[in-house]
């Protein structure tokens, strides 16, 4: 593994532990060359995924991009770091089983919004408003409505 500090391309493993329910080995290595300490996560990778966006394009499928966009949604809500793992593997284990190799944008969205939904109600509405594309104060009435007949979010626990 490179240094991320001085870019040798060998380091040493210090420390491995297995993190996230056995799904994830977290190591911990030095550096011979500079003496720097740094993590690195292992996660197995049962095929590559391409992910089909608008016009056309594709790219590789980025796990990363759906944790930052939950954070994003999550942000000042009563959410951990860890929920958020471990709703972004349960939705890579979603698209990994559907055998697929490549998957419409719009579908991640969706298993997002459905993982955000278990998770925080507010958190799930934020993510739909950009999901949904929402343009007016009537998109969110017409959504909340929608929630509220289908009864999809978590309640509220009674103090």
């Known amino acids: 593994m490179r240094c991320p500090f001085c870019g040798n391309d060998e380091s040493q493993v210090k420390d491995s532990r297995p993190t996230e329910e056995n799904a ?3 190591r911990r290595r030095a550096c011979p060359s500079c003496g720097a300490r740094f993590t690195t996560f292992e996660r197995v990778q049962l095929r590559e995924l391409i992910v089909l966006k608008a016009g056309d394009k594709k790219e590789v499928f980025d796990r990363e991009k759906v944790i930052r966009s939950m954070t994003i949604a999550a942000r000042k809500r009563p959410v951990s770091i860890e929920q958020i793992e471990r709703a972004a593997n349960g939705v890579v284990r ?3 089983q559907l055998g697929e190799p490549e998957i419409e ?5 969706g298993y997002v919004m459905k993982a955000l939904a ?9 993510y739909a408003s ?9 998109d969110f009435h017409e959504f909340l ?3 509220q007949e289908l009864d999809t979010l978590p309640k509220k626990k009674a103090s």
């Open 145 to 147: 409505e929608e929630v």
């Open 118 to 126: 278990s998770l925080d109600a507010v958190a799930y509405i934020r």
């Open 94 to 96: 979603q698209l990994e």
């Open 24 to 26: 994830t080995i977290r």
């Open 105 to 109: 944008s719009r579908a991640i969205g």
């Open 130 to 138: 950009v999901y949904k594309d929402f343009r007016n104060p009537e």
